[in-house]
């Protein structure tokens, strides 16, 4: 869309009148602003940020929008708005501009924008462009009165594109570079032609099959990622986190729930570098935070017949190493769900990821002895079902065939996988885990020195503290978090990170009340 804007600015000539205006929402630039949270809907912040641009894109336009302005006694909502800024405004009527309107998204909140926009006697004063997924696009204009709109299949104009793509991600596989090996040459063009065609212009699906052809070197596994090429992105999906779930080992896992919470609950977009330094607080708050009395674990409120039980045991040392992997490293490599933007901040690879991602829930404990499991959507085998097929071996085959086949090593297998942590969302625990990081920040001198981590932890550490759900949360996490609240507001430390500034500016904060927690 970039790209088309530019166009469009440089028509000249060939431009239909003598002056265009072209106006754009990016909705990723937009999805989370850094000094507040911003709960506007959808319509809201698109009119927003569009008819801002409208009314200052020259002279005479702004002269106009003042005058409503000032006239008007007030405006009844985002689409009144428009209304009486732009389609009714006599700078429409002015036969030497034409408005480009660009919006990089789409939301079922826009339909009453563009019926407006199809009042138009003259809908081409003023003409949108919108991306989307084709099936959301007619599934919600295609209904709509007075909306009328063109399809552009981008697949249809992009193919050069894809086709230059796929050749420069197979110049960088070991298997695939050397042109003058026999063979490699009509296997590159099979490539070419499998991803092409089924993943239809789709990034989403060809990263995912490139990535995982970058990890196989037999021809069969290699035609297995290309059956698979064409599958639906939700399938692709929930196959990348069965595989990560299946390969990683449980300290990675770990990793990258923490940067799903990081990147889910945070209230900024973070540098890599600094979600690094983020990600090491960990090792520090071992050092920094004195061991609880041992907690009984809780239950976790069963959203599926999936059971895993969960352990609140001392965590191994191998678990507690730090990595000397670098994260970007990581990122590329192993925790293929995230990716780095343009702007060198860590997100989603994909904006539907986190819709696939299972969700835990908190449970009391019902039993007598305390002990606690946590239950997912994740497919996990479960013991009445081993039990059932334990029974049909049994029963078909002799004693020494079935120890043969080691069956019950199978089993065991089987059942250990409910004791593997998953990959998966915390909504109960997730505030509550920033703001253990945020206060370990704040109250550690080595930690405090690092100007970056210091002011997101002050500036954010309340309202992550507000935000934790008390009858919901982890006891354990809540006991943690009681002595650093209390060395926040006692320790010298703690004092003077959260209102000592940063150079000249002078730092800020309110009193206020701050939430009970149980310690």
Known sequence: MANIIKSIRRLGSE??????????????GDRRKPDDEDESTCLQRVSRTLLWQLATSYEAMTKSAASVVERALHFDGALDLWEQLLFTNKELQNSNTTFYIFIDTFDPELVPLFQ?????????????LLTGRPELISGYLGPADGVTYAEV??????????EKYIVAQMDTMQMLRDTSRPGISEWRQVIMNELRDKCEGDYFKLNTSLTALSKVDLTEDIREVLRDAGRPRKDQITAELRRLNNTRTLKEIREINEIILWIDKGRRYFPIEMLDAILSVKHRRRLVVPPSEPQSPTMRRQTSDTLVKASEAEEPAALTTISLLPLAHKLREKYTIFSVTDSGAVDWSNSEIKNQIPTLEVQEDATSNGSGKLSSRLQVVQEAEVNVVRHFLSTVCPDDLFKRFAFDEFFQEKLGARLKEFIHIDPDNADAKIALTCLTILTDEELRKQEALRQYAMYWVLEHLQAVDLSAADRKLKAQIGPLLVRLLTDDCGIDSLFWCFGKELVFHPTVSLPALEV
Do not use: C, E
């Open 153 to 162: 299949p981008i697949t249809r104009h992009n193919g050069q594109d894809v």
């Open 15 to 28: 431009a239909p009148s003598s002056r265009v205006v072209a106006v754009y929402y990016f909705a990723d």
């Open 116 to 128: 407006k926009h199809g009042m138009l006697s003259d809908k081409s004063r003023v003409r949108f």
